[in-house]
């Protein structure tokens, strides 16, 4: 069997023997990946190699460091109630964050992939117009609106309608707060995408077959944006806990997070291995409650989606 060019010449189908394919130089590949990965190595593995080799040491009260190797910095992030009441605070606060921006980030994004075009264009430039301003400003905002007594908006506010002041600024609801407008682009924008490769097709028939709204939603819609929605909570959650200027501003000494409590080691305690191993289990921490939390949501909803086929 043969195979016929445009002027009528036969060609043969199969190559002939003796050919070798021919296979793509490896030297150009390896030119093309080497500054990144030169660049990957200095501004990532080296640095954080030593951060876990810091950790692993004991300093001396003499600020000195000693070259054995202890488990005694971890011990003591476990065993001191302080430190480990921190380390709670953070996940919870990260987790209702993470929460929060997922409940808003829904119908946000529902609009940009299904609604009018201009008001998706409008809702896309309202959620990542606040990514320009810097976040340092976006926190004294919100220093601002949620001031306890009567000089913050929020309270102004509430005093005029009758509803009493509210002390909100330096608790856990403020660093909450402000992390969900601050990192609610990250939850918006990856479900935004997952929704819009859904068919509409695949809802409408949901919707024919009976369906509400409601239940088009939870059988259908939800099953399938788990990858945008496995994306953005990871964002969100690691970004939250991993943050350091709103829990400083809006939380203040009441409220400390991890990031709060790694600046203070290092930049006024001095204590580069104690700090080293807080840095190194809060990466450890959110790395494994992501995979846990990745893992699950997408067994569980796979699972409905099945169900519900």
Do not use: H
């Not at 040491?57 to 065993?79: C, E, K, M, V």
């Not at 690691?238 to 400083?248: G, M, R």
């Amino acid at each position: 069997m043969s195979l016929v060019q445009a002027d009528d010449s036969p060609i043969p189908a199969v190559a002939p023997a003796g050919t070798v394919a021919r296979r793509r130089p490896l030297l150009p590949v390896l030119v093309l990946l080497g500054p990144v990965v030169l660049f990957f190595l200095a501004v990532f593995v080296i640095p954080v190699g030593l951060m876990v080799r810091y950790s692993f040491l004991q300093q001396l009260p003499d600020g000195t460091l000693t070259g054995s190797f202890t488990f005694a910095n971890y011990i003591r992030l476990g065993a001191v109630d302080l430190y480990r009441n921190v380390v709670i605070t953070t996940l919870r606060i990260s987790l209702l964050t993470t929460l929060g921006a997922m409940l808003l980030a829904y119908p946000l994004a529902m609009v940009i992939a299904r609604g009018p075009a201009v008001i998706g264009r409008a809702i896309t430039v309202l959620v990542i117009a606040p990514l320009l301003v810097n976040v340092v400003v976006r926190a004294y905002g919100w220093r601002i609106i949620l001031g306890n007594g009567n000089g913050g908006v929020l309270n102004w506010a509430l005093s005029w309608v009758g509803l009493g002041p509210v002390e909100i600024l330096y608790t856990e609801w403020a660093v909450v707060i402000g992390s969900m407008q601050v990192f609610l682009p990250m939850m918006v924008l990856p479900l935004a995408a997952a929704i819009g490769r859904i068919d509409p097709a695949v809802e409408d028939a949901a919707r024919t077959l009976g369906g509400s709204s409601l239940a088009v939603f939870r059988r259908v819609t939800l099953p399938l944006s788990v990858p945008g929605l496995g994306v953005g909570c990871t964002l969100v959650f690691s970004l939250t806990a991993s943050s350091f200027i709103l829990p400083a501003l809006l939380g203040g000494s009441f409220t400390k997070m991890l990031g709060t409590l790694v600046e203070e080691q290092i930049l006024t305690v001095f204590d580069w291995p104690f700090g080293a191993a807080i840095a190194t289990a809060m990466v450890l921490i959110v790395m494994a409650i992501n995979l846990a939390y990745m893992t699950l949501i997408e067994r569980r909803f796979r699972s409905r989606a099945t169900e519900g086929a």
